[in-house]
T-cell receptor, first 112, second 114 residues
Framework: GQNIDQPTEMTATEGAIVQINCTYQ??????LFWYQQHAGEAPTFLSY????GLEEKGRFSSFLSRSKGYSYLLLKELQMKDSASYLC?????????????FGTGTRLKVLA | EAQVTQNPRYLITVTGKKLTVTCSQN?????MSWYRQDPGLGLRQIYY???????DKGDVPEGYKVSRKEKRNFPLILESPSPNQTSLYFC?????????????FGPGTRLTVT
């Protein structure tokens, strides 16, 4: 079946580095996305991986291993404004259509 | 400004009273989708549309209907709402095909069914 797992909650200190892991199972993997969502707001796009390896984008990096069904989001130089939920999502392609499966999200608290 | 809009943003209604949540995008996107978000369950896809007059069920389509008569609009219809449809709903759109075409989300509609 299709499934995505990520930790429910994490806590880190301002200025530190945090890694949020995501494992997935899908039948037609077609890309992995990370979104940030502040409480009560819409998700906003952070990163995209479709090939194995690391994608870097400023303070945010995302890694993918398709053979292991594993990804992580790395946040460096944490700031208070990074306190939010981080959603891992997989795009699944089946018969020419595209569905999205989201994990339940990881709530990150950044402490001063 | 490129955006996805939803209306209403907040709605309290009663069981069985038909309602429609509108979604509109001004980016000429072909792909549109509806999600519901519930605590502990994350975002779950309700319906999606690859293009005009083409719609498909997501993971939780029961109790919902959609239509896609024009590219910019993708309304979500609850014919007979029930309390278990109380949720936060998001509409999203993106360009078609694969590759880096991230979804743009609307601001959300918080629905309460009593």
């Amino acid at each position: 079946g299709q499934n995505i797992d990520q930790p429910t909650e994490m806590t880190a200190t301002e200025g530190a580095i945090v890694q949020i892991n995501c494992t997935y199972q899908t039948s037609g993997f077609n890309g992995l996305f990370w979104y940030q969502q502040h409480a009560g707001e819409a998700p906003t796009f952070l990163s995209y991986n479709v090939l194995d390896g690391l994608e870097e984008k400023g303070r945010f990096s995302s890694f993918l291993s398709r053979s292991k069904g594993y990804s992580y989001l790395l946040l460096k130089e944490l700031q208070m404004k990074d306190s939010a939920s981080y959603l891992c999502a997989v795009r699944d392609r089946n018969s020419g259509t595209y569905k999205y499966i989201f994990g339940t999200g990881t709530r990150l608290k950044v402490l001063a | 400004e490129a955006q996805v809009t939803q209306n209403p943003r907040y709605l309290i209604t009663v069981t069985g009273k038909k309602l429609t949540v509108t979604c509109s995008q001004n980016m000429n996107h072909e792909y549109m989708s509806w999600y519901r978000q519930d605590p502990g369950l994350g975002l779950r896809q309700i319906y999606y549309s690859m293009n005009v007059e083409v719609t498909d069920k997501g993971d939780v389509p029961e109790g919902y209907k959609v239509s896609r008569k024009e590219k910019r609009n993708f309304p979500l219809i609850l014919e007979s709402p029930s309390p278990n449809q109380t949720s936060l709903y998001f509409c999203a759109s993106r360009m078609p095909g694969q590759g880096l075409y991230e979804q743009y989300f609307g601001p959300g509609t918080r629905l309460t069914v009593t």
